[in-house]
């Protein structure tokens, strides 16, 4: 009995052995199972991880190569542009020294051939004994040289008693303001009188210049207007032209000086609450006639578009001061030039890069790329309300440059349609129409509203927009204190 007890007692243990063992050996498989899983897990984050960190360089690279490509396309087009400029300088200096040439000889011609007239003359004189045909032959040498025309016109707005409002209408300027430019360029261009003609008085001579450029009227009625030939016309004008930008510009265009500075900063931060602010910069277009050499340099593609007429133009670039007086311009670069690559070439670029503009602002459009210097509006969608009201504050200062452009136009209205002017003398014609404003704004000469024009320059975002991080930083932190202190617009609302 004891025995078959034993027995059973064995077996069982026996049983409940081999159980445990089969639970140990489950527990041990599910865990080893789990472990490999969790392994494989890991395994494909790390290849994840490491998948990402490589597109992210493949995209890094490829971000650096279309960058280094579009610096060197930015490159080859600025030499190129260089490369024609200096051509396209080395072509008209030819054409003006064969000009120069030509008319030499004309003029000696003309001088041998009235030479020969005099001396047959005063030998038919003498042979003849007679004292007035003497005289008469002394009145056919001046009409060789000097053919009588009306100059009525003039007269009549010369005399003391002519009303100051009719010679403002057709001059842009009061009298007072007139007599200050003749005043300020008489040693310059004033002549004397030779025994064969007498010289034109030094107003005659402002007064074509201006009125030329005040109505952009063809030279042959400038010609009927002052009694004076259409050639002596065209040369009178580039004469004062040239000693308006020789003599006026250093005294009436120029960077103004620390005080300037300052009371430029606090006007432009009353309009805008934008702090250090020294100007406001614009660029637009004057039409010419097709160019005959570089025709594709001077098309204007977006005039053209716009207007369905083909346009060639030439650009001006200037900085104003809160008045609308031009402090800097740059003047003449080819008109398919964007505002950004006009900038580059400017002078005020190359005194900025060398420190002039260091803790200043000048301010833009959207065409010009945000640099240390050149603070622009936001250009990218979906604008924040902060971003919106900085926006339409550096719009309010932008107004300032886009008006003093306006009244430039609308005051010279030569430099609304094409002029008879050739390329290379085009730039002192311009310098001297921004001279001329500058001394009216002074002046606090106002401008007829019926001259005032709207602009239309089609504004181009730059390839590289920013050129600067530490002003993009910067511009958010204007941005921010406008919002923070109340300053900035609401309109956008």
């Avoid at 201006?210 to 009227?217: F, H, K, P, Q």
């Avoid at 002596?232 to 620390?258: F, G, N």
């Avoid at 346009?311 to 008109?335: M, N």
């Avoid at 923070?484 to 609401?490: D, M, P």
């Amino acid at each position: 009995m004891n025995n078959g007890d034993n027995y059973k007692r064995r077996r069982g243990e026996a049983f409940s052995d081999e159980d445990g063992y089969d639970e140990e050996d489950s527990c041990s498989s599910d865990h080893g199972t789990k472990k490999k899983d969790l392994n494989g897990i890991i395994t494909s984050l790390l290849l994840l991880e490491e998948q990402d960190k490589r597109d992210r360089e493949e995209q890094n690279d490829v971000c650096n190569e279309e960058k280094s490509v579009l610096e060197s396309t930015h490159k080859r087009k600025t030499r190129t542009m260089l490369e024609f400029y200096s051509n396209f300088q080395d072509y008209y200096t030819e054409i003006d020294e064969t000009d120069r040439v030509r008319r030499k000889k004309s003029r000696a011609l003309a001088v041998s051939v009235a030479a020969a007239s005099v001396n047959q003359t005063e030998n038919q004189s003498s042979n003849n004994g007679n004292h007035h045909s003497k005289q008469s032959g002394s009145g056919q040498q001046r009409r060789l040289w000097v053919k009588d025309r009306s100059k009525a016109w003039w007269d009549e707005c010369n005399r003391p008693d002519y009303p100051d409002e009719e010679f403002k209408k057709a001059f842009r300027m009061s009298k007072s303001t007139f007599e200050l430019i003749c005043e300020e360029l008489n040693s310059v261009i004033a002549k004397e009188d030779t025994t064969l003609r007498n010289a034109i008085p030094v107003k005659q001579r402002v007064a074509v210049c201006i009125w030329r450029l005040a109505t952009g009227e063809p030279l042959r009625l400038v010609s009927k207007r002052f009694g004076l030939g259409i050639s002596t016309c065209h040369k009178l004008v580039l004469e004062v032209c040239s000693a308006i930008r020789s003599v006026l510009m250093p005294k009436y265009l120029q960077w103004p000086d620390e005080d300037s500075l300052r009371k430029t900063k606090e006007e432009f931060e009353g309009i805008s609450g934008i702090p250090n602010v020294v100007g406001s910069m614009y660029t637009t277009h004057i039409p010419i006639i097709a160019p005959k050499i570089s025709v594709a340099a001077y098309f204007n593609k977006r005039h053209t578009e716009r207007n369905q007429k083909t346009s060639y133009s030439i650009t001006v670039q200037g900085v104003v001061d809160p008045r609308g007086v031009f402090t800097d311009v740059c003047i003449g670069w080819p008109g398919s030039m964007n505002d950004d690559q006009v900038l580059e070439k400017s002078a005020l670029y190359q005194r900025a890069n060398g420190g002039l503009l260091k803790g200043v602002w000048i301010v833009g459009n959207s065409g010009y790329p945000l640099m240390d210097w050149v603070l622009v509006p936001y250009t990218q969608q979906h604008l924040t309300w902060t971003q919106h009201a900085f926006n339409e504050k550096i719009g309010e200062i932008q107004r300032v440059a886009k008006e003093a452009f306006g009244r430039l136009k609308g005051r010279w209205c030569c430099l609304q349609k094409r002029t008879e002017v050739k390329l290379q003398d085009l730039p002192v014609v311009l310098g001297a129409c921004c001279v001329l404003h500058n001394i009216c704004e002074m002046r606090n000469e106002g401008i007829d509203p019926e001259l005032k024009i709207e602009l239309v320059d089609d504004e181009m975002v730059p390839e590289v927009a920013l050129r600067s991080v530490s002003s993009m930083k910067a511009r958010d932190a204007i941005a921010h204190n406008l919002l923070h202190h109340g300053l900035a617009g609401t309109a956008f609302l």
